[in-house]
Nanobody, 130 residues
Framework: QVQLVESGGGLVQAGGSLTLSCAVSGRTFTYYVMGWFRQALGKEREFVAAISLNGGNRYYVESVKGRFTISRDNTENTVYLTMNSLEPEDTASYYC???????????????????????WGQGTQVTVSS
């Protein structure tokens, strides 16, 4: 079956950095757009970033541009989220997800919605202290 396992979360001071990993099994990883979302306590799940099949294109929510980088290693079936200059507002559970396959690949901006994804990880908590 499909499994997505996130790791790398933790407690960090404002201004610090963390790198999240998401290992995927049960799917041919290179066929799918991958995304990261986050959900803060009491809030809706929010799109963070998406990356194309070969990693050549990336799309970010405005609030993380210049601070976060999404990347993928197709030989390791793993997608990463490197987070720098973390702020208390980044505190949330972070989830990776596998994008839906389309016969004609839409632009990455179409992957902002959770409905554009089929499988999700269990989440990893990131807490940024001020």
């Amino acid at each position: 079956q499909v499994q997505l396992v996130e790791s790398g979360g933790g407690l960090v001071q404002a201004g610090g950095s963390l790198t999240l990993s998401c290992a995927v099994s049960g799917r041919t990883f290179t066929y799918y757009v991958m995304g990261w979302f986050r959900q803060a306590l009491g809030k809706e799940r929010e799109f963070v970033a998406a990356i194309s099949l070969n990693g050549g294109n990336r799309y970010y929510v405005e609030s993380v541009k210049g601070r976060f980088t999404i990347s993928r290693d197709n030989t390791e079936n793993t997608v990463y989220l490197t987070m720098n200059s973390l702020e208390p507002e980044d505190t949330a559970s972070y989830y990776c997800a596998i994008g839906r396959a389309f016969s004609v690949a839409p632009p990455l901006s179409n992957y902002k919605s959770p409905s554009a994804y089929t499988y999700w990880g269990q989440g990893t908590q990131v807490t940024v202290s001020s």
